[in-house]
């Protein structure tokens, strides 16, 4: 049979991990005996050719029962079941798709927040920006072009969520260091490692890295970084010492960066000083590491052509 949609395994996924699955590798030879699926059709691949229909289908399901609150991943290729999943399956709906999880809380703050704002700059302050990340289906009134469009979106949008989950775990020196790095990638220090550098363990006054603004070093932006709970944020008693520090350093120039989110009132004072501040958070963080190539690797690409028209110019 045609190998179902992710909505369809949307139930069957959340029950195997109800019963003790803990990744979907293990998952997959039982969805393909539940649904009759054949090697063929397991084997069939998706346009980038890296992975099958069945694992893709299987791995979107997943990731939205995790947008709802009713899986959730302790660690890397770790999935347990939460008790708002077991209760889900203590009395399944008939189908458990999309319009089902709009009804968790979670799931619609996931659907809610905002693709960040991503350009090459660090010219403005981070906030809350407004464009809804869109439905995974695609619409009538979409055109080709508006639904791929769309479906990067998305796309995008769980992978931040993958790479804050990494960031959050990982060790602190080395998390400076990955600053540095995309800083690096996005030009600063002329896009040359040696001209950034992280700051010793102790004694670092409060700076943990610095870079180079331009490739011959006429002046330098200082760095903070933080790795923080999503739950936590950044408040202006932060950003006070921070600039106390670059003050001590006789800088002016200092780049905040957490795996969190800033206060309101971090974000205003950062507005006021003298001291040219950029803050970065989490969502930011991730979606900039996601343009300059940090931490990730294209997986697939795909290519729109139209009519040469000075081809046919004689045509």
């Not at 399944?92 to 619609?108: H, N, R, S």
Request: proline letters at 5%; a negative charge.
């Amino acid at each position: 049979m045609p190998i179902p949609s992710y909505e369809i395994f949307m139930l069957p996924v959340l029950r195997l991990f109800g019963e003790g699955a803990q990744n979907l590798k293990e998952c997959l030879p039982r969805l393909k005996a539940e649904f009759g699926i054949t090697d063929e059709e397991a084997a069939q691949l998706i346009p980038s050719g890296r992975l099958t229909v069945l694992q893709s289908r299987a791995h979107w399901a997943r990731t939205y029962l995790g947008k709802a609150g009713l899986l959730e991943s302790p660690k890397r290729n770790l999935h347990v079941i939460t008790p708002r999943g077991r209760e889900v399956l203590a009395s399944p709906p008939t189908q458990l798709d999309l319009g089902f999880l709009e009804g968790f809380e979670g799931f619609k703050e996931w659907r809610a927040r905002t693709a960040t704002d991503v350009t090459g700059e660090l010219g403005t302050t981070v906030t809350p920006a407004e464009n809804p990340i869109p439905r995974a289906k695609v619409e009538p009134t979409q055109t080709p072009e508006d639904a791929m469009a769309h479906a990067h979106q998305i796309l995008n949008a769980a992978l931040r969520d993958e790479l804050l989950g990494l960031l959050q775990v990982m060790d602190p020196l080395r998390f400076e260091q990955l600053i540095v790095d995309l800083l690096t990638a996005m030009g600063y220090g002329g896009g040359n490692l040696e001209n950034g550098c992280t700051t010793k363990v102790t004694g670092d006054g409060g700076i943990d890295g610095i870079i180079d603004e331009d490739a011959i070093g006429l002046d330098a932006v200082y760095i903070q970084a933080k790795r923080y709970d999503a739950t936590y944020k950044v408040g202006r008693p932060d950003l006070q010492r921070f600039v106390g520090s670059l003050t001590g350093e006789g800088a002016s120039k200092g780049v905040f960066v957490t795996t969190s989110d800033f206060s309101r009132e971090a974000v205003n004072y950062v507005d006021r000083v003298q001291h040219r501040i950029r803050l970065i958070n989490g969502q930011k963080l991730a979606g900039l590491m996601i343009q300059y190539g940090v931490g990730v690797r294209p997986r697939s690409r795909y290519i729109i052509s139209s009519i040469d028209e000075d081809y046919f110019a004689d045509v």
